[in-house]
DNA sequence: AAACAATACGAACGGTCGTGCTATCTTCAT
DNA sequence: ATGAAGATAGCACGACCGTTCGTATTGTTT
């Protein structure tokens, strides 16, 4: 029996600062997240919220790590379910699209956001998104070889995998800058096409 | 014979000014600009710099027009060269993995940097962006309404050019994320296969 | 009860930000 | 030659940034 209350406190209050930080972030980005504004909006003291995690960066890293956690438990997870190849391949197109549409973080996919603020800076950040980001890759990768090697499609998997992520991403990309549901539609039928059974 | 002395002066160092602007902007994003860096940068007092553009909106949304006279530059205007059709598809695609793969702007692909950046928020920026983005948009797929008029490619237009744009942006994406150049090999082969003759 | 650990706060720090004001210097028009 | 117009510099401002410090509060351990 653990718990030990102070603990405990701190990390009521650290889910409740991440929850809000993955949220601002996926807007205003990890570097538009702050201390201050995170500590106003939630009521705490900056000091306080500074304590938490020790450093800005510390702060990003938990955020992405938070993200994380949210992005698996919504595409992943549920898509590691569904038995292997096609339908699991549809599973996280689909899942995944349905996570962009929903806005469950409100400026859209949090890791293509962070992805592109990160990808030409170095440092712990941009290693944290491109780890990230590589593994759901990998995990799309590996479900296509299954595909393939199921009979279930007839292509490249590598090739394969990378036009299912690139159609997913632009749908998300045009859907939140232009608003409208119309990319969704395209990355379907051209995900359709691709998985079109053999 | 206009050309005043002191207009062409200013013209001169807004220029200088912009061109280090895109650069920044494409690795740091465009609320990462800031006039007292640049001004730093480039031996130029922060208030002249200032003056130059009146605010930082306007620096922004400079910035914002100096790359897409860039990005037109290498991809748009070398593309609309080519005869309609198949032939000026293909050149939209290799003209923009190569302004990616070349790093014209540090960063990659500066408008899918600020794209990213700016896509969830209100404002002036993001409606320059999300203009300059579906200008780019529409030539795409104007092009593939030409190219399968003309009966070079069995496809529909829409998806077709939301396919290739996709494929680009992943590819911009991965390279300058995780580096190497396997992403743009997958592109172009996955473009390929997409723009098979009919 | 006493000693310790963790959370949380308030105040202050040095720094950078965007933005004004004012003055100087260059160029043009008269 | 004189004065207006534009470019550029210097300086100061208020706001916010991340960070540090001291301290009160709450909980655990002995």
Redesign the pocket.
């Known amino acids: 029996m653990p ?12 889910r409740v600062v991440l929850r809000r930080a993955v949220d601002v972030a996926s807007v205003d980005g990890l570097d538009g ?5 995170l ?2 909006e939630l ?10 995690f ?4 510390e ?1 990003q890293l938990a955020t992405i790590e938070a993200a994380l956690e949210i992005f698996r438990s919504y595409v992943v997870t549920p898509a590691a379910a569904v038995s292997p190849g096609l339908p699991r391949l549809r599973a996280i197109c689909e899942n995944w699209l349905d996570y962009s549409e929903k806005r469950v973080f409100p400026g859209g996919c949090f890791f293509f956001n962070v992805g592109a603020e990160f990808d030409a800076r170095p440092g712990r950040v941009h290693d944290a998104v491109a780890a990230a980001s590589g593994s759901f890759a990998a995990f799309i990768r590996e479900t296509a070889v299954e595909a393939v090697a199921l009979g279930h499609v007839d292509a490249d998997p590598e090739v394969l995998a990378f036009e299912l992520h690139a159609l997913g991403r632009a749908a998300n990309a045009d859907a939140v800058l232009n608003g409208g549901t119309r990319a969704y539609a395209l990355a379907r039928r051209a995900m359709n096409a691709r998985l079109a059974g053999a």
Do not use: I, P
């Open positions: 718990a030990d209350g102070r603990l405990a406190r701190g990390d009521a209050t650290r997240l702050s201390l201050g504004r500590a106003t009521e705490l003291s900056k000091s306080g919220v500074f304590a938490l020790g450093s800005k960066e702060l």
